[in-house]
C-alpha cells in the first residue's frame, strides 16, 4: 500500500510469551533492532509524563534500572554546578518535608472539564475576555487563572469577586495549606541525595521503571502494594509539577513512542490494514497535541488522557512493521495536522467534535453511518429525533461493529445509585446544587443529528441540574458512550425506580472506530481508505515543513 519499505531489522534477543487470549506462543520483538531510529526534524523528541504525580503518598516508590550489562549515568545539579554518577539502579523515594512556616497556595479555578478538548475551548473563551489562563490536570482538566498573572491574594479575590458580579458561578478559589511538602531523594553509596530534579540515561537507550504505589484498605479490602514494570527508550527526567509533587518524563523519539501505543492502542493481532491505519493517527495526533502539558513541562501523557503508551515493554512484529511501513506519514486537511480522534466502537454512528467538545467543528470530522452499507440515511431520518433514533438502535445487522460485544448494551441503575454518583461529581467542581439530597427525574433534553446525548437534565429538591455532552459520562455510571436512550423502571406501586441506560458504543465516537475498522480491513480496505472513510477529505501525507501541527 505504501512505498516505503521496512528497514531488516537486527535482532539482539526475543522474548516469547503465551497468550491466554489466542492460546499461541507469540513472540515478542527485541526492543532494539528497528527501535534505533534517528532524531529527525520528522523524527523529534516528545517529551511523556510516564508517572504524573509521584509523591502523592509518601509510600510511592520508583526503581530505575539498567538492562543487563548496561549502567545508568544520573545528572543534576548541585550549588557548583551539574554533577554525575553511574549505577546499575536507583531507587527513587519520597519523604515529607516539615516546613518552617506553613505554605500557603492558592489559585483561581475558572472552569473543571472531564476532557482537554472542552477545556481548551474555554480557556480561549477566557483569553477572549482578556483573562490570562493556564490548563492544568490535577485530576480532572481545568482551566486557571495564570499564576504568574494573578501572583498575589488581592489580585486572586479582585479576579473571582469581579466574575462573581458578572454572575458567573463555575469559577472558585483553591487553597492548600501544607505544613510538610514532599521530597525526593535516592541513596547511593551510602549518601542520600534530595533533588527536586534528575536526568537519568542509559547506554542501551532503554531504562527499566518499577513502579510502587499502595492502595489504602477498605471496608472489604486489605491494605495492599501495586507493582507496575515498564521499559522505556530514550531517556527519563525526574521534575516538579504544578500540584506539589513530581512527574517522571521519558524524552523518546517520535517513532519510539509509537513502539509503545500502536499494539496497546489497537491490538498488536488486529488485522494489519486497522494497525497501518492506527499508526497513522497515533503519530498524527502526538504531534498535534504537543502543547497539552505546557504547563508542567511536557508534552503528552501516557494514559487514555492521551495516548495509552506502555514503553518497549512489549513490541510486536505486526505493529513495528506498521510503523516502519508509515514512517513520517501523517492525516492531514488544508495542510494542518488533523485532530487524530479514535475511540473503541461508534454505536453504528460517529459523531461530529461538537456532539461531544464545546469548541468549533472540524469538517474532516463528520456524522458517518459505521457500516459499508446503506443501512441508514442520516440526511433524511435525523437521530435528533427521538422515534428516529429509538428505531435505529434496534438495528442488529449490516454495520462495521456488529459483532462487538459493545455496538449495543443495556445497564440498569437507581434512582439512589444515580444521586450518589452525581453528588460526588458535583462536589469535584464545586457545584452550587452539590448539596442536593433526592434524585425524582432524569431526562434526555438534546440529542444531536448523530443522535449523541448534548442535555441532560437531572430533576433535585434543589432544582434542575444541566449536564452536557461528554460531561455525561462523568456525571452518571452507566453510560461508556453518550449514544443512548434512557428507559424508566418502575417499582411494584408504580413508583420510579431508576432507569436502564439503553445505548450503543463505547467511548466518544468521534473519528475512526477502531473495532469498525477490523472490518473494513477484513473486508480488504487498505489503512488509507479506511482513513478517508472515518475523516472525508482528510490526506495521509509525508510530514513536511509546510505543515501546521495545530492552530488556535
Not at 480532572?140 to 498573572?149: E, F, S
Not at 489580585?155 to 469577586?161: A, C, K
Not at 521534575?239 to 519510539?256: F, P
Not at 475498522?517 to 509546510?546: E, H, K, M, T
Request: charged share 20%; aromatic share 10%.
Amino acid at each position: 500500500m505504501f512505498a516505503q519499505t521496512p528497514p531488516t531489522p537486527s535482532y539482539k534477543w526475543f522474548s516469547c510469551v503465551i497468550s491466554r487470549t489466542v492460546f499461541a506462543t507469540l513472540c515478542l520483538l527485541p526492543i532494539f533492532g528497528p527501535a534505533t531510529y534517528a532524531q529527525t526534524p520528522q523524527n523529534r523528541l516528545i517529551k511523556i509524563g510516564v508517572v504524573q504525580r509521584f509523591g502523592t503518598k509518601a509510600t510511592d516508590k520508583l526503581t530505575l534500572k539498567a538492562l543487563p550489562g548496561d549502567s545508568l549515568t544520573l545528572s543534576y545539579k548541585t550549588p557548583q554546578g551539574t554533577e554525575t554518577k553511574t549505577a546499575a539502579s536507583i531507587k527513587l523515594e519520597i519523604a515529607n518535608k516539615p516546613l518552617e512556616s506553613p505554605l500557603v497556595e492558592e489559585r483561581v479555578v475558572l472552569s473543571s472539564h472531564r476532557s482537554f478538548e472542552s477545556a481548551e475551548d474555554s480557556a480561549n473563551q477566557w483569553r477572549a475576555q482578556g483573562i490570562d489562563v493556564e490548563i492544568a490536570q490535577p485530576l480532572r482538566w481545568q482551566v486557571w487563572a495564570k499564576r504568574d498573572t494573578y501572583n498575589s491574594p488581592i489580585v486572586r479575590r479582585w479576579l473571582l469577586q469581579s466574575l462573581q458580579a458578572q454572575g458567573n458561578k463555575t469559577a472558585f478559589l483553591e487553597t492548600k495549606v501544607s505544613k510538610q511538602i514532599p521530597q525526593a531523594f535516592w541513596i547511593l553509596n551510602g549518601f542520600r541525595f534530595n533533588r527536586n530534579e534528575l536526568d537519568v540515561t542509559a547506554g542501551r537507550k532503554a531504562i527499566e521503571v518499577l513502579e510502587e504505589t499502595t492502595q489504602l484498605a477498605t471496608a472489604t479490602e486489605p491494605e495492599k502494594v501495586l507493582k507496575q514494570t515498564r521499559i522505556y527508550g530514550g531517556t527519563l527526567h525526574l521534575q516538579k509539577n504544578s500540584y506539589g509533587t513530581y512527574t517522571l518524563v521519558n524524552d523518546v523519539l517520535t517513532e519510539t513512542y509509537l513502539r509503545g501505543v500502536v499494539p496497546h492502542e489497537i491490538g498488536a493481532f488486529s488485522p494489519y490494514a486497522s494497525i497501518i491505519a492506527q499508526t497513522i493517527l497515533a503519530r498524527t495526533y502526538a504531534l498535534r497535541n504537543l502543547r497539552r502539558f505546557a504547563v508542567d513541562n511536557y508534552e503528552l501523557c501516557a494514559d487514555v488522557n492521551c495516548q495509552v503508551y506502555k514503553g518497549l515493554t512489549e513490541v510486536y512484529p505486526q505493529s513495528d512493521k506498521a510503523i516502519a511501513q508509515t514512517s513520517g506519514l501523517v492525516l492531514t486537511y488544508e495542510n494542518q495536522l488533523v485532530d487524530a480522534l479514535y475511540s473503541a466502537s461508534s454505536g453504528g454512528v460517529t459523531a461530529t467534535f461538537g456532539d461531544v467538545w464545546h469548541g468549533p467543528e472540524r469538517p474532516y470530522l463528520r456524522s458517518i453511518v459505521d457500516s459499508p452499507n446503506n443501512v441508514w440515511n442520516l440526511s433524511q431520518q435525523s437521530l435528533s429525533d427521538e422515534n428516529n433514533f429509538r428505531r435505529f438502535m434496534t438495528l442488529k445487522k449490516g454495520f462495521n461493529e456488529e459483532k462487538e460485544d459493545t455496538f449495543r448494551w443495556r445497564e440498569q441503575v437507581s434512582l439512589t445509585s444515580i444521586g450518589g454518583f452525581l453528588k460526588q461529581y458535583l462536589q469535584n467542581k464545586k457545584h452550587p446544587l452539590a448539596n442536593f439530597q433526592t434524585v425524582t427525574q432524569v431526562d434526555v433534553v438534546k440529542r444531536s443529528a448523530a443522535g449523541r446525548v448534548l442535555q441532560m437534565r437531572v430533576q433535585t429538591e434543589l432544582g434542575p441540574i444541566n449536564i452536557e455532552k461528554d460531561e455525561i459520562r462523568n456525571a452518571f455510571l452507566p453510560p461508556i458512550s453518550t449514544l443512548f436512550y434512557l428507559e424508566p423502571i418502575y417499582n411494584p406501586d408504580k413508583t420510579l425506580n431508576g432507569y436502564a441506560f439503553v445505548g450503543g458504543g463505547f467511548g466518544h465516537g468521534v473519528g475512526m472506530s477502531q473495532t469498525g475498522s477490523y472490518n473494513l480491513a477484513n473486508l480488504g480496505w487498505n489503512g488509507s481508505r479506511i482513513l478517508g472513510f472515518y475523516f472525508p477529505g482528510a490526506q495521509v501525507v509525508p510530514l513536511n515543513d509546510s505543515i501546521t501541527f495545530w492552530r488556535e
